[in-house]
């Protein structure tokens, strides 16, 4: 349409949105998202076109966010959902100190100071499920996740006394995290049902195959091989077999037995 797409140029961005809400012009072409415009336009535009099971991206770099992709990859619903605050939190620390406080933090939570490396992987699996759990306890509450686990506690101990104090039964964090998991394994088995596998679970090619181009973390990238190792350990700690599916003893643990069967 003659605009020029330029990296920050503010009138190609609100040209974009008009366009978009009015659906003129290359706005019809994406008006269900980039990933079906692309696919409309053909010729190779998918690989452009970075998005994980039809949604778009967030604006951060993946290849050195690790637990961020896992979590984009595997999420049941929308991918915001899960931050991974304690990542954010390292990489926004002013200096090596307020790193430091970081990493004892996720050493005390998680076990190990690499809990809070972007570029780290061996517990990044743990990392995922344990924001996935607590955004989706936040949610039932009722309150904004972007407070808890983000902004304002890590710790479920405030939804918990305020789902005890409208339901007029004592639940404790723990329970609220079993509610939160149970609901997470049926998001998981209804997406199956309609056919999510292993296949589906995964990062844009882009991600895995070019590395950071320059800055900070320039060099670092997604590599295939240790993506896969993250997904195995999160299928393997929510009792999902290698393709993704819930097996017999998540259903179980969560009292879904009669869903498991059809």
Request: charge should be positive.
């Given at each position: 349409d003659g605009i020029p797409m330029k990296k920050g140029d503010a009138n190609a961005i609100i040209s974009t949105i008009h366009k978009l809400g009015k659906q003129e012009g290359y706005g019809k072409l994406f008006k269900d998202g980039v990933a079906a415009g692309?696919?409309?336009?053909?010729?190779?535009?998918?690989?452009?076109?970075?998005?994980?099971?039809?949604l778009e991206l967030q604006p951060m770099e993946y290849r050195v966010m690790k637990p961020q992709a896992l979590a984009t990859a595997t999420n049941t619903k929308d991918y915001i959902d899960s931050p991974c605050d304690v990542v954010y939190n390292w990489m926004l620390a002013p200096d090596a100190s307020a790193k430091e406080e970081v990493e004892k933090f996720a050493e005390k939570v998680y076990g190990t100071r690499d809990a809070a490396r972007p570029d780290k992987i061996n517990a990044t699996a743990p990392v995922v499920i344990d924001y996935e759990s607590k955004t989706v306890a936040v949610d039932m509450v009722g309150m904004c996740k972007y407070l808890i686990p983000m902004m304002f506690s890590h710790f479920l101990d405030i939804p918990a006394k305020l789902a005890s104090f409208a339901t007029g039964v004592e639940i404790s964090e723990a329970d609220l995290m079993h509610a939160a998991q149970r609901v997470l394994t049926l998001e998981r088995a209804i997406n199956?049902?309609?056919?999510?596998?292993?296949?589906?679970?995964?990062?844009?090619?882009r991600i895995f195959e070019e590395p950071v181009p320059s800055g900070p973390w320039k060099g670092e990238k997604l590599e295939k091989a240790n993506f896969d190792k993250m997904l195995d350990e999160y299928y393997a700690l929510h009792a999902y077999d290698k393709n993704g599916i819930p097996k017999e003893e998540a259903f179980k643990k969560f009292g879904l037995l009669e869903e498991w069967k059809v």
């Open positions: 692309a696919k409309e336009i053909g010729k190779g535009a998918e690989e452009y076109a970075l998005s994980v099971k039809g199956v049902i309609k056919g999510m596998r292993r296949k589906d679970d995964t990062m844009p090619k």
